[in-house]
């Protein structure tokens, strides 16, 4: 867990080191909703949003802090702290179902 105030900048340096067809997912403490980001080629991003919202994006590295926001405030508005989860080679619309609490 990390707190949302730094996961922008911590998720950024993740993504600069992410190999190719890996993805991590960042979910809420409750872990309901959740972004998951792959990398599917050297400066490019699929990023699929799934809460309150369901949409998916392809973005550079460039782009990616600006998109990050946006979905932080949409996704996690009251939250203080945000799983990440390194989730390997997978596909990045895969539902992946985590525990309830």
Request: aromatic share 8%; glycine share 2%.
């Amino acid at each position: 867990m990390i707190d949302k105030a730094t996961a922008l900048q911590t998720i950024l340096q993740k993504l600069k080191k992410l190999p190719m067809d890996h993805a991590i997912d960042l979910r809420t403490y409750k872990r309901n909703r959740s972004v998951v980001i792959k990398r599917v080629g050297e400066d490019e991003f699929d990023v699929v949003e799934n809460g309150f919202f369901e949409e998916r994006f392809i973005v550079s590295h460039s782009k990616m802090k600006k998109l990050l926001k946006i979905l932080f405030k949409k996704e996690f508005p009251r939250s203080t702290k945000i799983r990440l989860y390194d989730l390997g080679p997978v596909e990045a619309d895969l539902h992946i179902k985590r525990k309830k609490i």
